[in-house]
């Protein structure tokens, strides 16, 4: 037996039981990166980057609360 399929019959596997690649390549990423180019931006300061992070923090934590 090979290191190759030690490493896969020893494998955890995916949450679900299917591994899904989500990395997109070709022509659908050049599509995309054209596409975020006309997104428009914002810049944030050290404090609203702070509140930012807090609020996806505490969105975290009450989804997992209600889901309980």
């Known amino acids: 037996m090979s290191n190759n399929e030690e490493v896969i019959n020893y494998t955890i ?32 300061n050290p404090w609203e980057i702070f509140d930012l992070e807090l609020y996806r923090y505490w969105w975290i934590q009450s989804f997992n609360w209600i889901f309980e």
């Open 13 to 44: 596997q995916p949450h679900g039981g299917e591994l899904i690649n989500r990395v997109i390549d070709g022509e659908q990423r050049e599509r995309l990166i054209e596409e975020a180019a006309a997104y428009k931006s914002i810049t944030l």
